[in-house]
């Protein structure tokens, strides 16, 4: 396969100084290719979330290089790598992270307002996406009107809202009952599969995981391949 969307070279992450010095992650090679659905586990603390931050060009790696669609970012300035997120990736987060003075519909035309896009169109947008998430009859309530399952739904539908190339997505069910977990994640797996998203995916189910195109483990800051099994 050929022009990974996303590519790390040789990542390495770490905190403090030479007597402090905490690896969270060292020499990590990956690659996202079109269209692909990979699923990131492993043990809590072992890089997942630090390994999405960077890949999504919210953290800065210590050594290495990131390729977004075949361009070197790993040097972009914050504007660049703000623009770029706002273009390029979308992101969901274990908690929904909605706004609450906004509705649902507002919450999914915001970033696409951001964007420049006007409002009528926003709107439709935003419409179309929660129609397809199952919430077409909750467009005007707000985030405490929503049950965890309708929140995180309103999340996913925001992630796509700017029509990325990438999503990540950390722990998305993380804070939700199995039934509830399994519901919002089907609904998620078949949004990108619709769209021909590429996807990064950290869960530690097992059973989402192998839903999944690929599974990749992040163990002592390496990554390697298949489940943990600890």
Not at 74 to 86: G, M, Q, V
Not at 92 to 99: A, E
Not at 184 to 210: M, R
């Amino acid at each position: 396969m050929n022009n990974p969307c996303l590519e790390l070279k040789h990542v390495s992450r770490f905190y403090g100084d030479k007597e402090t010095k905490l690896e969270v992650l060292k020499d990590i090679n990956f690659t996202l290719q079109k269209g692909e659905i990979v699923a990131l586990v492993g043990p809590s603390g072992s890089g997942k979330s630090t390994l999405l931050h960077i890949a999504g060009l919210l953290d800065t790696p210590t050594g290495g290089e990131i390729f977004v669609n075949g361009v070197d970012v790993s040097h972009a300035l914050d504007k660049e790598r703000t623009l770029l997120r706002r273009k390029a990736i979308g992101f969901v987060y274990q908690s929904h992270l909605l706004l609450p003075d906004f509705n649902a519909l507002e919450n999914v035309m915001l970033p696409q307002l951001i964007e420049g896009k006007k409002p009528k169109l926003a709107r439709k947008r935003a419409e179309e996406l929660l129609e397809l998430v199952g919430l077409k009859h909750r467009l005007k309530h707000r985030s405490g009107q929503l049950s965890g399952g309708e929140q995180q739904r309103v999340a996913i539908a925001r992630a796509l809202a700017n029509n990325p190339a990438i999503l990540l997505a950390d722990e998305p069910t993380g804070n939700l009952d199995p039934s509830t977990a399994s519901g919002v994640f089907q609904t998620l797996l078949n949004l990108v599969k619709e769209t021909k998203l590429s996807a990064l995916i950290a869960t530690h189910n097992p059973d989402l995981a192998l839903q999944m195109d690929k599974q990749i483990r992040v163990e002592e800051g390496l990554i390697k391949e298949g489940l943990y099994t600890a």
